[in-house]
């Protein structure tokens, strides 16, 4: 289980090198989220519409193992954006990937880039 996280790290915006087009802006839904496939990445991108922003994480939530965090309820908590499995409700930092429930684990995060209505997500490799 543990080489599945350890292909998952977080990329800072300024340290992308690769921008990849993830689809198009409708085609990813409001306020909830969608999932790409990135080399044997699977990655979880959020149209946070109520913030107007963009974000992406990995989509493996670490507590379960399991690909799902896509399907998450987005929202807020002190004004930072999370996500909350929708197994076990352990919620994430979508800036940084840190546990805002305390836990150890945290998640990967990506940067977004939309541009003329197409999003791009930021990785390093």
């Not at 087009?21 to 109520?50: H, L, M, S, W």
């Amino acid at each position: 289980m543990e080489e599945i996280l350890n292909q998952y790290e977080t990329v800072h915006p300024n340290d992308a090198t690769i921008w990849f087009k993830a689809g198009k802006v409708e085609d990813f839904p409001t306020n909830r989220g969608g999932c790409i496939k990135y080399k044997n990445k699977q990655i979880a991108i959020f149209n946070f519409a109520r913030r107007n922003q963009w974000y992406a994480c990995q989509n493996a939530c670490p507590h379960k193992m399991e690909m799902v965090l896509a399907r998450g309820m987005t929202g807020s908590t002190d004004d930072i954006p999370k996500i909350a499995c929708p197994m076990h409700k352990k919620t994430f930092s979508l800036v940084d990937g840190s546990n805002l429930n305390g836990d150890d684990f945290k998640i990967a995060t990506y940067p977004i880039k939309v541009i003329e209505d197409e999003v791009f997500v930021g990785f390093v490799d």
